[in-house]
């Protein structure tokens, strides 16, 4: 299976890890690292690169730093926040063609196939949710040739019994 397209990057932060935590609780007992280094930039971009969540690896990991070091860590290194960005979109991509692989290995169990099409559905929305430039329906408004677009709106007062409508200009 190939890479991501996150994953065939220049930024050397963004190789895969071997990190996995499928079935792992989602309760963090105590905040492991004192500091963020380049190696746990590594495992963590590797298991967001894999669909993975930043809750469920340091559920997994506990000599990973504390989610609030992380995040100072993605505002303070340019380059980190770039990789980071990049795998959780590579993720989602990941997560959602897994759900559609899953619905398309059930379809024909009904029960299984339902549960599937809703799981799908959901991971559609969440991603969009997360990464709407990329997932999400992205609609432009634009009047000829990209110019801004004018639209002149009319407002129309409710009936009131035995009153005629009246036009209220917008």
Do not use: C
Request: proline fraction near 4%.
């Amino acid at each position: 299976m190939p890479l991501p397209v996150a994953a065939q990057s220049d930024n050397p932060l963004l190789a895969q890890s071997s990190n996995d935590a499928a079935g792992m609780p989602l309760i963090r007992v105590h905040g492991g690292a004192s500091e963020v280094t380049d190696a746990h930039k590594r495992t963590i971009i590797g298991a967001i690169l894999s669909g993975q969540t930043l809750r469920s690896l340091l559920a997994m990991d506990l000599s990973l730093p504390h989610y609030g070091l992380i995040y100072a860590a993605l505002q303070s290194d340019a380059e980190f926040a770039e990789a980071y960005e990049l795998a959780r979109q590579a993720g989602l991509e990941t997560r959602l063609e897994e759900s559609l692989d899953y619905q398309a290995s059930v379809r024909a169990d009904h029960k299984l196939s339902a549960a599937a099409e809703k799981y799908a559905s959901v991971t559609a929305k969440l991603a969009a949710l997360m990464a709407p430039k990329r997932f999400g329906q992205l609609v432009r408004h634009a009047g000829h040739d990209g110019e801004q677009l004018v639209v002149q709106t009319v407002q129309y007062a409710s009936k009131s019994p035995g009153d005629d409508a009246k036009v209220i200009d917008g």
